[in-house]
Every structure is written in structure tokens, then in C-alpha cells.
């Protein structure tokens, strides 16, 4: 699969700069590796490699045999690996953390220690940003990989990550949807009735750097044509940059049907630690992986 135009964009903007340190832990995965190896190519990444270090040689050697930009720091386990991963962000050798060969709980696990870890009193979204060439468009969504029932104040956190991510893709003042099921609020909806306090949080300046709507329904926010037939005015109806889920499961139901249903591509990262942290799927394409660090390496100069 190869970038789409957008993403593509963040790719050539992201390698302008000098190449970012990115910490891999559970490497010994072949394609984790393949994708360090082609941001290797693009100039984006120098990554260092933390797993067992006689398998990823062999691997990299197959790989990317003609590379030399990369170190190996032998783990003789999941936990080692992702504690020296998360110590080389910590100390600053490296400037993104990135999930191989190890579940999503092992690394965040290492991430969120109050010790050792990238704390920074900030809530850790996942923040999606998925380019779909059936309609032109690219979309950040959040949050559908991290948080699995937010809370009212874990909403606001979420829509302050996204708005933070956006910029990477020089998005100053996105337009914000909050997702629910119809746009009219009521108090059996939870959904709804955070959507609309949100709109007032930001109209108030207490969510800043974006415009916020909502209750809005997927349509109303994606589509010009579906906010004019159900007569929904304001400057983000049918315009949305950034799409704000009611929980995970919607989050991941809709990146989902976003990537394997309508042919987008998908770049995600964690943010509110101290570095952005690369968490992809196995199901993930290459491409997927490229620009998910080309997506970090931007967040990390901002």
C-alpha cells in the first residue's frame, strides 16, 4: 500500500528535519523493522533497537542489509525491553517510543510508571489521523485506542491532545466534532450531553485553539450535503478536521471502517507523554507504519 497524498506530505515535511531517535522495544518483529527501515531511507529515523539482538540482527540483516543507522541494546525480555525503550526516551537519547514485537499493555505499562516512566500530568490519548481518498479528506479522530469509557474532564483532555496533534499537519485552528448518535441533547444520551458542554467549554476559552460543535451525528460533521438536508448550521457541520468519539469502541469501530471498509490510511500515535509514542496494529500496513513516526516525528518538534 502506498502513501496516500496527505500523509505522504508529512512524510516529505517530517524528513526536512534532521532525523529523529526512536526507540523501538520488542523489535525482534519483522514489520516493525521494515518500517524503521524505510524511514531509515526517508531520512526520518535513526532507531535504536531494544529486544533480543541476535534476532534482530538477522532480521535487519534481510531487511535492510545496506543500512548501518541503527543499534541494537539486547532485552532478555518484554518488561527489560520496555524499560530500557522508556528510559532512552526519559534520559532523551531518543525522541519517540515505538510498540514491536509486545502487547499495547506492556509498553504502557513501562510508559505510565510513576518513576520511570513519561508522565507528565497530561492525560495519554491515541490520536488517528486517517486520509480517506474516496472523499478527499483527511481526518484526526480521537480517542479509539486508549481510554475506554471517558469521563466529562477525560473528554476535554481528549479533545486538548487532538487539538495539540493537529498542528502537525498545520491545522491552527481545526474544527472540532464531538460525536454522538443525534444532534439534539438529552439526558439518556451521555454522549450528547458531554458533546454540548464541551461547546460551551471552548466558546467559554476554556478549550482553546479550535472551534468546537456538538452533539453532532457522523454525517452532520463529515458532510456538507447531510448538515444542509438536516438544516445544522455553524462553522464545523459538515467540515470537521478532528472527530471526538463517545468511546473506544466507537473510535475503533470507525478508524476500522475508515481503513478496511473505505481504502484510507491511518496514522497513530499516543500523546500527553513526554515523547509521542508509536502504537500500531499487526493488521497495519507499512505505509501505516511510516507515516504513524513520520506523524510522531512531527508532534515531537512541536
Known amino acids: 500500500m502506498e502513501l496516500t497524498p496527505r500523509l505522504r506530505n508529512l512524510v516529505d515535511s517530517a524528513k526536512r528535519h534532521a532525523p529523529v531517535r526512536i526507540a523501538v522495544a520488542g523489535a525482534e518483529y519483522t514489520e516493525v523493522l521494515?518500517?524503521?527501515?524505510?524511514?531509515?531511507?526517508?531520512?526520518?529515523?535513526?532507531?535504536?533497537?531494544?529486544?533480543?539482538?541476535?534476532?534482530?540482527n538477522e532480521l535487519w540483516s534481510q531487511i535492510s542489509p545496506e543500512s548501518s543507522a541503527f543499534e541494537i541494546r539486547h532485552s532478555a525480555n518484554v518488561k527489560e525491553a520496555?524499560?530500557?525503550?522508556?528510559?532512552?526516551?526519559?534520559?532523551?537519547?531518543?525522541?519517540?517510543?515505538?510498540?514491536?514485537?509486545?502487547?499495547?499493555?506492556?509498553?504502557?505499562?513501562?510508559?505510565?510508571?510513576?518513576?520511570?516512566?513519561?508522565?507528565?500530568?497530561?492525560?495519554?490519548?491515541?490520536?488517528?489521523?486517517?486520509?480517506?481518498?474516496?472523499?478527499?479528506?483527511?481526518?484526526?479522530?480521537?480517542?479509539?485506542?486508549?481510554?475506554?469509557?471517558?469521563?466529562?474532564?477525560?473528554?476535554?483532555?481528549?479533545?486538548?491532545?487532538?487539538?495539540?496533534?493537529a498542528r502537525a499537519f498545520g491545522l491552527e485552528n481545526p474544527k472540532v466534532a464531538i460525536l454522538a448518535a443525534v444532534e439534539t441533547i438529552s439526558e439518556a444520551m451521555t454522549a450528547?450531553?458531554?458533546?454540548?458542554?464541551?461547546?460551551?467549554m471552548a466558546e467559554r476559552g476554556q478549550i482553546t485553539g479550535c472551534v468546537v460543535d456538538g452533539p453532532l451525528s457522523l454525517d452532520a460533521a463529515i458532510s456538507p450535503e447531510a448538515a444542509k438536508h438536516k438544516k445544522i448550521a455553524g462553522p464545523v457541520?459538515?467540515?470537521?478536521?478532528?472527530?471526538?468519539?463517545?468511546?473506544?469502541?466507537?473510535?475503533?469501530?470507525?478508524?476500522?471502517?475508515?481503513?478496511?471498509?473505505?481504502?484510507?490510511?491511518?496514522?497513530?500515535?499516543?500523546?500527553?507523554?513526554?515523547?509521542?509514542?508509536?502504537?500500531?496494529?499487526?493488521?497495519?500496513?507499512?505505509?501505516?507504519?511510516?507515516?504513524?513516526i513520520a506523524f510522531a516525528a512531527a508532534v515531537s518538534r512541536l
Open 192 to 200: 450528547a450531553v458531554h458533546a454540548a458542554c464541551l461547546k460551551v
Open 82 to 165: 520496555c524499560a530500557g525503550a522508556v528510559e532512552a526516551v526519559r534520559v532523551g537519547e531518543a525522541g519517540i517510543l515505538m510498540k514491536g514485537l509486545l502487547q499495547t499493555a506492556d509498553i504502557m505499562r513501562a510508559a505510565l510508571d510513576p518513576d520511570k516512566g513519561l508522565r507528565t500530568g497530561r492525560l495519554l490519548t491515541h490520536v488517528a489521523a486517517i486520509e480517506l481518498p474516496c472523499i478527499n479528506r483527511l481526518f484526526l479522530l480521537s480517542d479509539g485506542g486508549l481510554v475506554p469509557a471517558p469521563t466529562f474532564p477525560e473528554k476535554a483532555e481528549i479533545v486538548r491532545n487532538a487539538v495539540f496533534a
Open 237 to 292: 457541520a459538515g467540515s470537521a478536521d478532528i472527530l471526538i468519539v463517545p468511546d473506544i469502541e466507537a473510535g475503533n469501530v470507525l478508524a476500522k471502517s475508515m481503513t478496511f471498509i473505505a481504502g484510507g490510511l491511518m496514522a497513530g500515535i499516543v500523546v500527553g507523554a513526554r515523547a509521542p509514542i508509536v502504537i500500531t496494529s499487526r493488521a497495519d500496513p507499512p505505509a501505516s507504519k511510516l507515516a504513524s
Open 34 to 56: 521494515e518500517a524503521c527501515a524505510w524511514a531509515v531511507r526517508e531520512g526520518l529515523a535513526e532507531p535504536i533497537f531494544f529486544g533480543n539482538a541476535t534476532k534482530v
